[in-house]
């Protein structure tokens, strides 16, 4: 009888999901769509907050202060992205505090892309060009996601990130135009950066198990391949056009097929990023720790404050 | 290690005078005064909003979605309640 | 040059904000808490905007052609006339919370009577920043409070961070021949107006937080002349490493 009903509510969910209604917090789940979502949401919380440390590491030393300025209000709506995440992620009943404690336990995990470094002011224009460029194909598709706390996060952010790719762009543009040095600094950051890039989209569609399910649920909308390939497709063009080289010896436009064709992505770098092995995981994770860590006695004293004054109203 | 956890606030915004206060998002603060500055600073930063109100998270109460066919749809089936359900003679413009 | 003494005290108002920005700016990502993070970048931002502004005009009023870039970022370190309460490292939370209060208690009643300044444009700069200086304050004001009254480690925290930053907080008000000259030209108002705003608010803040202000009343200065702390090279070997790696170039 249990399991009747069940899969009658199933049905109900799977229905409502096909007629394009949004699925909202108080609304009945199966328990692995619920576990899904926080698992990808909450990843997407954490690759906003980690994502953070690589470009915060460039705004003491920004060129000028233009620049400065439009970094810190970059690196700051990561922050309020992270935060608009964090909070979709708690409707589902999975509170901040122990998500993030997933986070530095090492159980979540987060974009391989951050465990990269940023070594050159050049980067900065490389991540919001490449990195936020890779991010909104995802995004953009994220916005129609069947669970609606998702889905409007995802409005919200897609609106204020279109500038974070721009501003890359525009970054990197100054460079290849400008002096020697500079061109060589934005063509080393896209020769670092474009192929962690292309790993963003995930495992190629054979290689990921749960994809089919994600679609069917309408949490994904598009496959990884096809996300990765818009991308190449929207990109090289953008790269030839300020005089910069993809670097891929085989990347060539198709005409039969209307896409450029590309080198197979190393995946072996990939997993061993994923996994714990690329230039600064360790680093990124013990970032974010010790933050916690040394926020903790604020944190504990305005809750103490805040009852003491509560006991004073009340007295 | 956790300790205990700032409340959670959910926050409503008026984007301009005329409109009413809109369901935002949320954010977690210890105190009242502390949601509002926070609001504030996440929720409008492009000019959204000029006027705050903030809720702790607790004292927001739902109906139970599996009511929800009880509650609602009574009101589908009376018609009669929207001007569309009327005909008046075409002459006549206003009304 | 037009008016000497308002560059130089341009200088002194655009370094404090510049520096200040620079070491909130360091918080970015490493916040207590996440939306904390974003308030501090929030009055970071606003100080660098406030330091473009002012630096921009110290330009315009020496009349070489260096903009807030050229000035902000290619003076030689005793060329900067900052206040040493400004460079002062950011330490924990409580350090950076009470450097600010103290800072933002003085910049908000120097805002209010810059405002009414002959000099225009100086006007105008104030009263944009008044109402930023006017949140930071809100904003500190709140924070030294609940430090000071909240658990008994952050009360003892603050408090040395009170101990420790108490000393910098007269040079805010050094004035010399520079504010003697524009207040006799009626762009600056008397500051010893400002010196009793902000005694009030200090004491009333503290007795909120129940935290002592220090018996010892030694003071330091010296950023105002130019002589700043150790760790102020260290701060300008970041802010200045683009434009000394890679001179002469735009970005």
Not at chain 1, 117 to 127: E, F, N, T
Not at chain 1, 207 to 233: G, H
Not at chain 2, 58 to 69: G, K, L, M, R, S
Not at chain 3, 51 to 68: H, P, Q, T
């Amino acid at each position: 009888m249990k399991v009747l009903e069940t899969t009658d509510l199933e049905q109900k969910f799977q229905d409502k999901i096909d007629r394009e209604v949004k699925i909202e917090p108080n609304d009945w789940m199966p328990d692995a769509y619920r576990k899904t979502l926080i698992r990808q949401m909450s990843q997407h919380a954490h690759s906003e907050i980690v994502g953070m440390l690589p470009e915060a590491n460039w705004i003491t030393r920004a060129p000028n202060l233009r620049r400065k300025a439009v970094l810190l209000a970059k690196v700051q709506d990561e922050a309020g992205h992270g935060l608009y995440l964090y909070s979709a992620t708690e409707t589902l009943g999975a509170d901040r505090e122990a998500t993030i404690d997933d986070l530095h336990s090492g159980k979540a995990k987060y974009s391989s892309i951050f465990n990269y470094p940023a070594l050159s002011w050049a980067d900065i224009g490389a991540i919001g060009w490449l990195v936020d460029g890779a991010a909104i194909m995802n995004q953009v598709a994220l916005c129609r996601c069947s669970y609606g706390p998702y889905a409007r996060a995802m409005v919200k952010i897609c609106k204020e990130e279109s500038f974070h790719q721009r501003q890359g762009y525009e970054l990197l543009t100054t460079l290849a135009q400008g002096a020697p040095e500079q061109k060589e600094l934005a063509q080393d950051a896209l020769n670092r950066f474009w192929w962690p890039a292309l790993m963003m989209f995930g495992p190629n569609d054979d290689e990921s198990p749960n994809s089919a399910q994600s679609m069917r649920w309408k949490i994904k909308r598009l496959t990884n391949d096809e996300l990765r390939q818009n991308f190449i497709d929207a990109t090289v063009p953008q790269a030839e056009l300020i005089g910069l080289k993809v670097p891929d010896e085989n990347l060539k436009w198709n005409e039969e097929t209307g896409h450029y064709d590309f080198t197979p992505i190393n995946w072996d770098e990939f997993w061993q990023v994923v996994n714990g092995n690329g230039p600064c995981n360790k680093q990124r994770v013990d970032a974010r720790r010790k933050a916690k860590e040394e926020g903790m006695w604020v944190r504990e004293a305005a809750l103490a404050f805040a009852e003491k004054r509560k006991k004073k109203l009340t007295a | 290690m956790s300790t205990k956890e700032w409340p959670l606030w959910e926050v409503f915004i008026r984007s301009k005078q005329g409109l009413n206060h809109k369901h935002v998002g949320s954010l977690r603060a210890a105190d009242s005064t502390m949601a509002l500055d926070n609001a504030r600073d996440v929720y409008t930063r492009r000019s959204e909003g000029i006027s705050i109100w903030v809720v702790e998270s607790n004292y927001v109460h739902a109906n139970d979605p599996a009511d929800a066919d009880a509650y609602f749809e009574p009101s589908d089936t009376k018609i009669f309640r929207h001007p569309t359900f009327y005909e008046v003679h075409e002459d006549i413009k206003h009304m | 040059m037009k008016n000497e003494a308002l560059f130089r005290y341009l200088l002194r108002l655009g370094d404090d904000s510049l520096i200040l920005g620079q070491r909130l700016a360091e918080w970015c990502g490493h916040g207590p808490i996440l939306e904390e993070d974003i308030a501090m970048t929030n009055i970071s931002l606003d100080l660098i905007g406030q330091a473009m502004s002012l630096l921009d005009y110290a330009g315009v009023i020496e009349g070489k052609e260096r903009n807030c870039d050229k000035l902000g970022l290619l003076r030689y370190e005793k060329e900067y006339v900052n206040v040493l309460l400004v460079e002062q490292p950011n330490g924990d939370f409580g350090d950076t919370i009470m450097r600010q209060f103290l800072f933002d208690a003085f910049r908000k009643p120097l805002y209010e009577k810059l405002v009414n300044s002959s000099d225009k444009q100086l006007a105008a700069i104030a009263e944009k920043s008044l109402k930023e200086t006017r949140y930071h304050l809100k904003h500190s004001s709140e924070w030294v409070i609940r430090l000071g009254d909240g658990t008994e480690e952050s009360h003892e925290r603050v408090q040395n961070s009170l101990d420790t930053l108490w000393r910098f907080a007269d040079e805010l008000f050094y004035t010399d021949e520079v504010e003697a000259q524009l207040t006799g030209e009626g762009i600056l108002p008397d500051l010893s107006e400002i010196k009793t705003e902000w005694e009030s608010t200090v004491k009333h803040v503290f007795s909120e937080a129940t935290l002592e202000i220090p018996a010892n009343n030694w003071k330091f200065e010296g950023g105002r002349k130019g002589r700043h702390s150790e760790h102020f090279g260290h701060l300008l070997s970041e802010l200045q490493y683009m434009q000394r790696a890679y001179p002469n170039m735009e970005w």
